[in-house]
């Protein structure tokens, strides 16, 4: 780190400490406040992360607190007041085919740090996402991929949008907007139905944001909106889940910021038929490299900054899995580390699903 770098961060750290001596709060208990002071006088990455978002760190500490408490009442509320989707329906057929994500099949394929799956079942054609497009290029990785893969706008006939995230909406572009797309234009996508984890908008289209679980097509439902507080922002996310016969229900997750058990505990609510598989994004990174950034594991887990997910927690998670009887799996390398998705895979062996553009997860 330079002399004039290593200036900043020392000149930041004793600002906000500073002020922080002089902090009460009615929310944070002293235990609370003295661990916030402990971590930032430890980690000026955290230092900085909190100067990027312009508030004083106590202020952040007392609104994660809160949203966490907020959350946790209306989870527990859904939790007791949801019905069972009696009539879902089921499916024969399910094909999960990645268009974004970050491995590929073979380099005529663009990977990217975000997620779109084409789901097909027996009676609908699903677009589930619409990838990051970092650059925003048109046509974007998404179209491209489309057309070497030989999928049409027009063979899709409905979108969901599991949660406001740039790479999920085709963008931050977008994402800012309370919006998404394609490419690096809104193109017209006649009268297409779309689901949206809260009120969006799209030229020449009514999205539906339905904040409970709801039917999309035979077989086929939302798990509903579940928030996921972050330290530093809020979030709302929902996923797929498709009852497959004689298999049982597989959940399709974006970035899995509303946890797997949470994920699991609605599909037991929803569904008598086992959890057959979990498969897509579930936000593991434990460890640095490739796509994580050290940055990136303050921002995405829903943990304390200080209390960074580990390696156990991972572990708990696949535990979690076995115990419910899951049958497949499949994690996204888009949003979790190498080591993340290594301990799934051994767990797994021969019944881990590789999550990869152009190949295609058939049930």
């Known amino acids: 780190m330079g002399i004039k770098m290593s200036f900043i961060l020392g000149f930041l750290l004793l600002t906000i400490t500073g002020s922080m001596a002089q902090s009460t709060s009615q929310i944070l208990s002293a235990d609370e406040l003295t661990n916030l002071q402990t971590a930032l006088e430890k ?50 057929h399910l094909e999960i085919l ?11 394929l663009a990977g990217e740090a975000g997620v779109s799956y084409l789901i097909k079942t027996d009676q609908a054609t699903i677009l589930f996402d619409l990838g990051l497009n970092p650059n925003n290029e048109d046509p974007s990785p998404l179209l491209r991929n489309m057309e070497k893969l030989g999928v049409a706008i027009g063979d899709i006939d409905i979108i969901v949008i599991s949660h406001n995230h740039g790479d999920h909406t085709g963008g931050g572009k977008w994402s800012k907007q309370n919006t998404f797309s394609f490419t690096g234009h ?15 908008t799209y030229p020449g289209l009514e999205p539906i944001y339905a904040p409970k679980p709801v039917k999309i097509s035979e077989g086929v439902g939302t798990t509903g909106v579940i928030p996921s507080p972050l330290f530093f922002s809020d979030i709302g996310e929902q996923a797929l889940v498709v009852n497959v016969k004689d298999q049982g229900i597989v959940v399709i997750s974006g970035c899995g910021h509303q946890t797997m058990e949470k ?3 609605r599909s037991e609510l929803l ?59 499949g994690i996204s390398a888009h949003d979790s580390c190498d080591e993340s998705i290594e301990l799934f895979r051994e767990a797994y062996q021969d019944s881990y699903k590789e999550i990869v553009v152009g190949r295609a997860i058939s049930l």
Do not use: C
């Open 263 to 265: 994920l699991v505990q």
């Open 98 to 108: 990645p268009l974004i994500d970050w491995f590929t099949e073979d380099e005529s």
């Open 271 to 329: 569904f008598d038929e086992p959890i057959y598989g979990i498969l897509g994004g579930f936000h593991l990174p434990i460890s640095v490299g490739r796509n994580i950034g050290v940055f990136y594991q303050y921002l995405v887990t829903g943990h304390l900054p200080w209390e960074p997910l580990t390696r156990e927690d991972v572990e708990d998670n696949i535990k979690l899995l076995k115990k419910t009887g899951v049958k497949i799996v």
């Open 43 to 92: 980690d000026t990455n955290l230092v900085q992360m909190i100067d990027y978002f312009g508030k004083d760190p106590v202020e952040l500490y007392e609104q994660y607190k809160m949203a966490v408490k907020r959350s946790d009442s209306i989870w527990q509320h859904d939790q007791n007041t949801l019905a069972h989707f009696d009539n879902i329906g089921v499916t024969e």
């Open 186 to 200: 809104q193109l017209d996508l006649g009268e297409k139905q779309v689901y949206t984890p809260e009120t969006m």
